[in-house]
């Protein structure tokens, strides 16, 4: 049987997986406040209008078009409409599945790991609850990022940086993954960048044109956060209790230097890791492929040091962290793992049943530690007797690129 033939089953069998776990939860979320009345202008023919009024992620909505128009001319209504266009984003979280597997099995890992693998990818969405809370676009940003530093490793520099510069149009904050992605890449790199600058103008581009403050709000997002403070960040002891003189509810904000600074500072915190990275590289303490360790520790960084931090923004570092284990280690993704599971713990399970105070130090004590052991992974690279122990290719790098599930 052809080779192309026998990916298509796998294909079709992920892709309705990604349908049915996506339509298990029909919530919006933030989509109906956030997103919807710009798209029901883009429904409704006014171009301009929902290019002016989207949001900071609207060219996140590009791909979604074929599906919200399809399910809007099916007269599915507002809550179809989204759900279409979150089956979308999810596909990106199906690709990155696939080329998992495609790798593994060119590692000849067992049927088991493949699967455990799989199912951590599909089920990440779902942990996180980004697709329910009206945030598809985080698991298409976050897919992309993951699938940019694979096609690195491939060395398709080019494709490398068309789902970079993808993801960076999407969310912003993606910009994180352009230095893990050069130290990803064996050569190319300014072929990769060239493809990062592309893609995300060709995303963003119609919207700047349309409505240029857009351009600043962009910028805004990277460089300031709001004031809202929740208590799973590092920053929650700062916090200051704040009652509304009209409603006597409670709210919390921490510091102005922390809602000023805290993004920036995600951000730059990638120049002297990915210097000490390099480093470590070029004296062979680590490998290429652990620039995803790389990526995984800088997206965890984000989400612990972020104000706002909610429970879809750890999801591409899962991702990140997943891809890693897939390539890196023999075993089952036990890292990936065990972050989906302690992050619905802290979000979901223990949100509302414990106060805030009991919150933040519960998701301390596993967030902490899990920081260490990022940072660990990433500076050392996969243990010595794992990678041992993991089987050589069955075949060879140029043919690996070409397998089923290469990119």
């Known amino acids: 049987m052809p080779r192309h033939a026998e990916r298509w089953p796998l294909a079709l069998l992920l892709i309705a997986a990604t349908v049915l776990l996506t339509l298990a939860n029909t919530a919006t979320g ?9 798209v029901d202008l883009l429904l409704g023919g006014d171009l301009r209008g929902f290019l002016q009024g989207a949001p900071i992620y609207g060219p996140s909505v590009l791909p979604r078009i074929p599906a919200m128009f399809a399910a809007d001319g099916f007269g599915s209504g507002p809550i179809g409409v989204y759900m279409a266009g979150a089956v979308s984003c999810m596909l990106a979280v199906t690709a990155l599945a696939y080329v998992l597997n495609g790798r593994l099995t060119s590692l000849q890992r067992p049927r088991g790991i493949r699967v455990a693998v799989i199912l951590t990818c599909l089920l990440a969405p779902v942990f996180t609850r980004a697709s329910p809370l009206g945030h598809p676009e985080e698991a298409l940003a976050g ?19 068309i789902a970079l510069g993808a993801a960076i149009a999407a969310k912003p904050w993606a910009v994180i993954g352009i230095l893990p992605a050069l130290l990803a890449a064996r050569d190319g790199r300014l072929r990769l960048l060239a493809g990062v600058a592309v893609s995300a103008a060709a995303g963003q581009l119609p919207f700047l044109l349309s409505e240029p403050a857009t351009a600043g709000s962009s910028v805004l997002s990277i460089a300031s956060t709001a004031h809202s403070f929740h208590p799973t960040q590092l920053f929650w002891p700062l916090r ?10 409670t709210g919390y904000r921490g510091p102005e230097l922390v809602h000023r600074f805290s993004h920036p500072v995600i951000v730059l915190l990638g120049l002297p890791l990915s210097a000490l990275f390099a480093r470590r590289l070029r004296s062979g303490r680590v490998e290429r492929r652990d620039a995803l360790a790389l990526l995984a520790l800088l997206l965890f960084v984000r989400s612990l040091l972020d104000p706002w931090n909610t429970i879809y923004y750890v999801l591409p570092a899962i991702l990140a962290l997943l891809s890693w284990e897939a390539l890196a280690r023999p075993g089952l993704p036990v890292g990936a793992m065990a972050l989906s599971g302690l992050t619905y713990i802290s979000f979901v399970v223990l949100s509302l049943r414990v106060s805030p105070d009991v919150l933040a130090a519960t998701y301390l004590v596993w967030a902490v530690p899990a920081l260490v052991l990022l940072a660990r992974t990433a500076f050392t690279g996969a243990p010595q007797s794992a990678a041992a122990e993991a089987p050589q290719p069955m075949i060879s790098a140029t043919a690996a690129r070409t397998s089923a599930g290469a990119i």
């Open 30 to 38: 933030d989509y109906s406040v956030e997103l919807q009345p710009s």
């Open 143 to 161: 897919a992309l990022c993951a699938l940019a530093l694979l096609a690195a490793l491939s060395d398709r520099p080019g494709w490398a940086g």
């Open 240 to 249: 200051e209790a704040i009652v509304d003189p009209v409603s006597g509810a």
